[in-house]
């Protein structure tokens, strides 16, 4: 499909490219954690202010897992107890971590009047596939059976991330409905990688290598998987999962100059057709990663804002 960038999206990437920023696939994975940490003081807007925000651990199958707590001023509380929003961060399994995704934390938590906790679960090539999806399965269970102690609403709880995040929080979608784990309240998939094939039209298209291209895809893919056997196994690529009636009311975001955005359009349209309730919104203009960027990008700013009206929706 043909891809025009948004003005400010097309202004943004001449920057980002005229930066030097080697890419990805040309360094080593702690190289490219750090440098994309840097990025992130020049792209983040300010954070609203919060009521508090606080680090712990909860267990996990490999030691504890560090999680942080944003706790907004305005709570939607029900008996006492907030809704909450577990969110995965984004960075293809190997990079990203607490703070690349904070202050999009803090902004879902304002935007949603509800406590979001953030996991930093383990990273490849360090721990590969499944350490991901442990971490994140272990951690909602633990977030649902102590609720209480969170002031957390247990009936009130859904998963959320961006790209590798948005793809845990499918999976882990998937494994608590057929593992007798907590009964969610949502999913919210910001342009979510959901099928490791990479066939895709949009991984071939030009338009769509801003940034996240399908050679970075790749390099991510190959430090994460274990071997070619992963790629058809449902807890890497959700979308091979047959079944998907029953599973929460999903939030599917995409965006055009985007190699996923071919996947993550067809995942919604199968979560429709299996009878879930979808809210589907695409970004026709804007590349992948754009939803972090809201000082340079105001349409990040806008995804939020509707994000956190469809979280407040859930309940």
């Given at each position: 499909?043909?891809?025009?960038?948004?003005?400010?999206?097309?202004?943004?990437?001449?920057?980002?490219?005229?930066?030097?920023?080697?890419?990805y696939e040309t360094i080593s994975p702690q190289e490219a954690r750090e440098w994309y940490l840097k990025a992130?003081?020049?792209?983040?807007?300010e954070p609203p202010e919060l009521a508090s925000v606080t680090s712990m651990t909860v267990p996990g199958p490999a030691g504890a897992i560090p999680v942080r707590v944003y706790t907004p001023k305005t709570l939607r509380k029900k008996d006492g107890m907030s809704p909450c929003l577990v969110f995965f961060h984004?960075?293809?399994?190997?990079?990203?971590?607490?703070?690349?995704?904070?202050?999009?934390?803090?902004?879902?938590?304002?935007e949603g009047e509800m406590i979001v906790i953030s996991v930093d679960y383990r990273l490849a090539p360090e721990h590969k596939f499944p350490a991901a999806i442990d971490?994140?399965?272990?951690?909602?269970?633990?977030?649902?059976?102590?609720?209480?102690?969170?002031?957390?609403?247990?009936?009130?709880?859904?998963?959320g991330g961006d790209s590798a995040g948005g793809n845990l929080a499918a999976i882990v979608a998937i494994d608590a409905r057929d593992n007798r784990g907590p009964k969610l309240a949502g999913q919210l998939l910001i342009y979510p990688a959901t099928d490791f094939r990479m066939s895709h039209p949009s991984h071939s298209e030009p338009e769509t290598s801003c940034l996240l291209t399908h050679n970075v895809i790749r390099w991510f893919a190959d430090h994460y998987l274990t071997g070619k056997a992963d790629v058809d196994n449902w807890r890497a690529s959700p979308a091979r999962m047959d079944k998907l009636a029953g599973l929460p009311p999903a939030y599917v975001m995409t965006a055009g100059?985007?190699?996923?955005?071919?996947?993550?359009?067809e995942y919604?349209?199968?979560?429709?057709?299996?009878?879930?309730?979808?809210?589907?919104?695409?970004?026709?203009?804007?590349?992948?990663?754009?939803?972090?960027?809201?000082?340079?990008?105001?349409?990040?700013?806008?995804?939020?804002?509707?994000?956190?009206?469809?979280?407040?929706?859930l309940g």
């Open positions: 499909m043909p891809v025009v960038l948004d003005p400010d999206a097309a202004a943004v990437l001449n920057v980002f490219r005229d930066a030097g920023r080697p890419p992130r003081p020049v792209a983040n807007p984004g960075g293809g399994w190997v990079i990203g971590d607490l703070d690349s995704h904070d202050v999009v934390c803090r902004i879902l938590a304002y971490d994140a399965i272990a951690a909602t269970r633990w977030i649902s059976d102590n609720a209480a102690q969170l002031n957390v609403d247990a009936n009130r709880i859904s998963v100059a985007d190699p996923l955005r071919d996947e993550g359009d919604a349209k199968r979560l429709s057709d299996a009878g879930v309730a979808v809210e589907y919104k695409t970004y026709p203009g804007q590349f992948h990663g754009f939803i972090t960027m809201g000082k340079i990008l105001p349409k990040a700013n806008t995804a939020l804002h509707e994000i956190g009206n469809w979280l407040k929706g």
